[in-house]
């Protein structure tokens, strides 16, 4: 199998599911005929039984085999935002960790996701629904329990000589009202571009801090 092939594999395990078009931006793009190159391979995949597929959908969705959900799972959206998110962040930087729903036990919180992004971990929510102001707290909760515990003291991916909990992002068009002196950041932006503009606006105010209060977000 070649190594592009047990890549692709490798991102349907991580992200559930992924579109032609997604697979095609990932692993293809940089081809003269992407969309003839991509169909090749994922039929192959397919034809051998590593893969399967959603053909009523267009494009295609495609799962590892045997799929962890169902095809027409209620969830597909969910996870595809996932991967759109993923892509967006490669337009400024890779990742170097980025996992799809890190379990961290009983009364925690349950991320979209945890990556580790220009040196700097955080959590993220995609938000694709409206939620209660109970829900939305609940969810916080959640958070701010796991930073209580120290239980991320422990986590692989700390530096030996300063602990950091991460950040939480919150990719959603809603605005709900954020917990205040918590010890945990969260920020709600719209996309991850509109997180960034939030980071250089903080260079600049390092940079005079007198001048205007800002957001304090650090991420190297």
């Known amino acids: 199998m070649k190594k592009r092939d047990k890549n692709i594999l490798a991102d349907l395990d991580r992200f559930r599911c992924m579109t032609r078009n997604d697979i095609i931006d990932l692993h293809f793009s940089e081809l003269k005929n ?71 036990g009983k009364g925690h919180m349950e991320p979209d996701l945890f990556m580790i992004w220009k040196r700097a971990p ?45 950040k939480i992002i919150l990719i959603t068009d809603t605005r709900y009202i954020l917990p205040q002196n918590s010890g945990v950041q969260f920020f709600q932006v719209q996309d991850i571009k509109q997180f960034l503009t ?9 940079k005079d801090p007198k001048e205007t209060p800002g957001i304090r977000i650090n991420i190297g």
């Not at 995609?126 to 329990?145: L, P, T």
């Not at 939030?198 to 600049?204: D, G, H, L, N, V």
């Open 198 to 206: 939030f980071a250089t606006i903080t260079r600049e105010i390092k």
């Open 34 to 104: 992407p969309v003839t190159c991509c169909n090749t391979v994922m039929k192959r995949l397919r034809r051998d039984g590593h893969i399967e597929v959603n053909a009523a959908h267009q494009p295609y969705i495609y799962f590892p085999s045997p799929t962890p959900i169902k095809k027409d799972s209620a969830k597909i959206p969910h996870f595809l935002k996932i991967v759109e998110f993923y892509k967006s962040l490669l337009n400024f930087q890779p990742t170097e960790t980025f996992l799809v729903e890190p379990k961290y």
């Open 122 to 166: 955080f959590f993220v929510e995609i938000q694709r629904s409206i939620y209660s102001e109970k829900v939305m707290n609940e969810k916080f909760n959640r958070y701010v329990s796991y930073f209580m515990s120290n239980e991320w003291h422990q986590e692989p991916w700390q530096p030996e000589d300063k602990k950091i909990f991460p």
